[in-house]
């Protein structure tokens, strides 16, 4: 029971055992060695009582007491989810939801409330039932009287007693409340195709102020006029942070607006990097007759000081970003007036953009300039740089003209900011800023007119067959491939067993929260059958820091996690088959890692080859710590012998030099995705990208000035 819905916490209680263990077994040994030198005079006395002194003890018992405290309090959590499951009452546990400190009501209503299912959810944790009892079960009961009356409720007790999130009352969720939101999500839905949503990616210079401009934009769609905006609260869509100087004597003052965003995707403490950290969209809703809405998709800055390997990691994370749409009406980049030259790397971006898109989409490129006051609202010195860098394009002809050029002054939206941090400011200048929000007001509409009129959108899902789009494809089969090639071995090991007639299943879980696998961290053993396995927990990374206390380099990004099941009856496929599916899947393996490697420009280490060792290196853990343990034995053989037949494929390729097209790729990814076991793990891996999606878009609401971090449509 505690396996199934709290193999985390288990798990963390097991290092911690193996950690106490570890550091018992080591002083023990220690003593020894120093009892040793006591008794033949090489050593004092004194230093055995420094050795086991008071504090390390204390120190000792502490941790101690602290384990045994926690296993108890599972133990306790073990008996609650028994009587929920007699009541029939379902056990969640929020952190699977993503639910954190983060969160607000809205968020979790969103998070934990299904949208075709009658729902009533009570939410509380350890704390609260502990200092109020009969209130827990007198919800309990009164939630139990209900589902009496109406047998199509489903009653769910959402425990958040391990989520960061302080949950500081109980309370009950139910989806009756949010049926009429439902109707009109899935009337919005069908609004989202490319009639009915601009998609604008923005593209600039680390510093040139992506972010200062989406939030400017919001304002010059939303007010016409400086007059009107100082009249409401700004919409701010990302947390603003600059450095001001006013009056005569240049009084500097740090203006700070809005708080650090739930996925902490806005960096201000380090100067010369990104502010912004990852992919992230914002819709507007234009509120005109069609009912247009327009969605910015913010980027990671190039550029970066940390040099020209994150700008290639920033630009991938924007290409795979990207690659989820289905289209783009603009790709906008944002530029300074006046610059003496520009960043190296604006040439790379735009390779890189077209090695996903095809050439149908340079003429959905359109520039625009910030800080165009001074320069009177034109390129400035920056034109002629352009005009150089892109005639020496081979990705073909790139227009720049007036047509597609918009120049914009976003100093007046700082203005209405330092306004709400009390900062005075003389007449002049609030005439100045009053004509320079009027002209990028101007500027907003003629950038949303000539989109809407002038440029024909570009579809990326009828144009992705490229270098690019494989590559990702690729990376994402990767652990698929070897988790089915790995349970295809335990079902071929259980099919030669005369008395055993079962089989083992994989079940892929999404993960409603981008995850990370620690590969230092040692794994949680589950008993599924006769086979041990290594269940690896989920690790969340915020604000640079993870669930354990290992390196971030330790850490490997994953889409899904896996569960496995015992079923009992045999495999549907005999030895022979399962045998075939292996050899056909090991030899693909090796033709999309050769074509990765040396056809997409993925320069990193094989994939596969460290997937092989990983996945031996767990079987061996689980053999040196578990028993019995002769079919997790016979797996280390059976995964040694395939990894080897693997190298033997990829050599015979590398020998050869044989290169596969780009359909005979896609021909051959499409078989494997239709093997048992890849379909459902690549079929969660997808709906765990829309996840991702959903969890990076803000929905902005003009009319409110308010917006949510939740996605209505995306596709």
Not at 314 to 330: K, P, Q, R, V
Not at 403 to 410: G, H, K, Q
Request: glycine content about 4%.
């Amino acid at each position: 029971m505690l396996n199934r819905h709290l193999g985390e916490q288990l798990c963390q209680l097991q290092q911690q055992w193996i950690y106490l263990k570890n550091l018992y077994e080591n002083d023990i040994k220690q003593l020894k060695h120093l009892i040793n030198d006591v008794c033949y005079g090489r050593s004092d006395i004194s230093i055995i009582d420094k050795t086991i002194s008071l504090e390390k003890q204390n120190d000792f018992d502490d941790k101690f007491n602290k384990v045994t405290k926690n296993l108890n309090d599972l133990k306790e959590k073990g008996k609650l989810i028994m009587d929920l499951k007699e009541k029939k009452i379902q056990y969640f546990d929020v952190v699977e939801y993503g639910i954190d400190q983060t969160d607000n009501k809205m968020t979790i209503e969103q998070k934990l409330v299904f949208d075709n299912e009658e729902n009533r959810i009570l939410c509380s944790n350890d704390h609260l039932i502990k200092i109020n009892t009969k209130q827990f079960q007198t919800l309990l009961d009164n939630l139990c009287e209900q589902r009496g009356k109406h047998p199509e409720i489903c009653l769910i007790y959402a425990d958040f007693s391990y989520s960061s999130f302080e949950l500081k009352d109980m309370m009950i969720l139910s989806s009756n409340r949010r049926s009429d939101e439902n109707k009109k999500s899935k009337k919005e839905e069908t609004l989202s195709s490319s009639s009915n949503i601009i998609n604008i990616l923005l593209l600039g210079e680390t510093g040139v102020g992506k972010s200062t401009f989406i939030n400017a934009f919001a304002n010059y769609l939303t007010f016409n006029t400086l007059e009107k905006a100082q009249t409401s609260q700004p919409m701010v869509l990302m947390p603003v942070s600059f450095l001001t100087t006013v009056g005569d004597n240049f009084e500097e003052h740090t203006v700070k607006f809005g708080d650090v965003d739930s996925l902490n995707n806005e960096v201000f403490d380090r100067p010369g990097q990104s502010v912004t950290q990852r992919c992230k969209s914002y819709v507007f809703n234009l509120n005109d007759s069609d009912r247009k809405k327009l969605r910015i998709i913010d980027t990671p800055g190039f550029g970066d000081t940390r040099g020209i390997e994150q700008d290639d990691r920033n630009m991938e994370h924007i290409l795979e970003y990207l690659s989820n749409f289905t289209h783009l009406n603009a790709i906008c980049f944002l530029l300074k007036p006046n610059s003496s030259r520009l960043n190296i790397f604006f040439r790379s971006c735009l390779t890189q953009l077209f090695s996903l898109l095809d050439r149908n989409a340079l003429n959905n490129i359109i520039f625009c300039f910030t800080s165009a006051r001074s320069t009177f609202y034109t390129p400035g010195d920056t034109a002629p740089l352009v005009k150089k860098m892109l005639s020496s394009l081979s990705i073909g002809d790139v227009p720049f003209k007036k047509e597609n050029t918009f120049c914009f002054d976003n100093e007046s939206f700082r203005y209405l900011v330092a306004l709400q941090n009390r900062i005075k400011f003389n007449d002049d200048e609030k005439h100045e800023y009053g004509m320079s929000w009027s002209t990028s007001v101007t500027q907003s509409k003629r950038l949303i007119d000539y989109i809407r009129k002038s440029v024909v959108v570009y579809h990326i899902e009828g144009n992705l067959q490229s270098m690019k789009y494989v590559q990702f494809e690729i990376i994402h089969m990767i652990r698929p491939i070897l988790e089915t090639m790995r349970n295809y071995l335990r079902n071929l090991i259980l099919s030669t067993q005369d008395s055993v007639n079962v089989s083992l299943e994989l079940y892929p879980k999404v993960i409603s929260f981008p995850a990370t696998i620690c590969i230092s961290c040692v794994p949680y053993s589950l008993l599924v059958g006769q086979f041990w396995i290594a269940k690896i927990i989920p690790h969340k990374i915020q604000n640079n820091h993870c669930t354990c206390e290992c390196s971030l380099d330790q850490h490997i990004s994953i889409d899904y996690k896996l569960e496995y099941k015992l079923s009992k009856k045999s495999f549907k496929y005999n030895q022979d088959k399962i045998s075939d599916m292996l050899c056909e899947l090991c030899h693909a393996s090796a033709e999309l890692s050769y074509f990765l490697i040396h056809s997409t420009g993925f320069s990193k280490t094989d994939p596969f080859s460290i997937g092989f060792v990983q996945m031996i290196s767990e079987e061996n853990y689980l053999c040196d710590n578990q028993n019995p343990n002769h079919l997790n034995l016979q797996l280390i053989d059976n995964l040694k012998d395939l990894s080897i037949e693997y190298e033997k494929y990829l050599n015979e390729f590398e020998r050869k030099q044989t290169q596969m097209n780009l359909s005979e790729i896609y021909n051959l990814i499409k078989t494997i995705r239709e093997y048992p076991m890849m379909c459902e793990q690549m079929n969660t891996v997808n709906e765990g990208r829309k996840i991702t999606m959903k969890l990076y878009e803000c929905e902005v609401s003009k009319k409110s000035t308010e917006f949510d971090d939740t996605l209505s449509v995306f596709m």
